[in-house]
């Protein structure tokens, strides 16, 4: 099978594309390099992927390229390219937002209608929940987006399902919640705070370290993507979740066991649209998707923590 994967070089997407070459799939990347993070970092996720027969790479906005040719022989499409981030959606960049989250995946929709597409896997947020009221949240739970980040993520997941009753587009959505491990992004806190610990400075943190997140790592995160190619039912959304909720404050001696070495811990001020807590019901998943994580936190932690200590020591 063929499928074109969007935001191919980013951290989720690159680890699909690699898992989807291993199954035998022909993959077509499409990458824009947005510099919201460094280009060199998302040049080496292409790294393991560039080299195979059967993975093809564009380099180009999504919102200015033919998508319909690049369609032509798709038989699956994940669309991930996103311009991601809460914090830096506010003001003046929320136009890149729009354009790269709603925008493009209009565009990307209305290309896919007259295809002959078996799934159309969009890869949303647990921030299209906010500050949600009920624990865990469900996807029947009330959606009110904290960010401007969220609001697009929202807007682009309304887009699919509207495409698939009016079109028939076959739409599955995933809300991924707090996804890490090795090729996490940079502005992530995991990220963050091993590299501070690598170059022995202090772990940024935000408020008082009392915000729960439902951490789910990556390799949970593409199975479930995969899972979702066969069994996942149009016009649908998942919650994609780790059952790892942990509060952030309790995960510094976490990071003091495993990195062997003494934690320094800078706060600041609470940031605009961080959520207090995230905390996902799987139920649904499970039941249509078989999704099971397999990962615990410690372990997965252990895994980033080598890959963190790679890149920064190369």
Not at 272 to 295: C, M, N, W, Y
Request: aromatic share 12%; net charge neutral; with cysteine.
């Amino acid at each position: 099978m063929t499928c074109l994967v969007t935001g191919a070089a980013g951290f989720i997407a690159s680890h699909l594309c690699r898992k989807l070459l291993i199954k035998g799939h022909k993959v077509l990347g499409i990458d824009s390099f947005t510099d919201y993070y460094p280009r060199w970092i998302k040049e080496k996720n292409l790294d393991t992927l560039t080299g195979s027969e059967n993975f093809e790479f564009i380099e180009k906005d999504l919102t200015e390229m033919d998508l319909k040719s690049a369609l032509r022989d798709a038989d699956y499409v994940f669309h991930h390219a996103a311009q991601a981030g809460v914090r830096a959606s506010w003001g003046d960049h929320f136009s890149v937002y729009s354009k790269n989250n709603i925008e493009a995946t209009q565009k990307l929709l209305e290309a896919s209608k007259d295809t002959r597409l078996t799934k159309f896997i969009f890869a949303s947020s647990s921030s299209v929940y906010g500050s949600c009221p009920e624990l865990p949240m469900s996807e029947t739970s009330p959606l009110h987006p904290f960010s401007p980040y969220g609001v697009t993520k929202l807007a682009a997941e309304h887009l699919c399902l509207l495409y698939h009753k009016n079109y028939g587009v076959p739409c599955v959505c995933l809300r991924f919640f707090t996804v890490y491990g090795p090729g996490q992004r940079p502005d992530m806190a995991f990220h963050k705070f091993f590299k501070a610990i690598v170059e022995d400075k202090e772990i940024p943190v935000y408020g008082e370290g009392g915000q729960t997140r439902d951490f789910t790592y990556i390799d949970d995160v593409i199975e479930a993507n995969l899972a979702s190619l066969e069994k996942g039912k149009t016009g649908e959304v998942y919650n994609i979740g780790g059952g790892n909720r942990k509060k952030l404050k309790d995960l510094f001696p976490v990071f003091e066991e495993i990195c062997q070495k003494k934690i320094k811990v800078k706060k600041h001020e609470k940031q605009p649209g961080d959520v207090p807590h995230t905390f996902a019901r799987i139920e649904k998943a499970r039941k249509d998707l078989g999704f099971s994580p397999q990962t615990q936190l410690q372990e997965g932690l252990k895994e980033e923590w080598r890959w963190v200590q790679s890149l920064y020591h190369s």
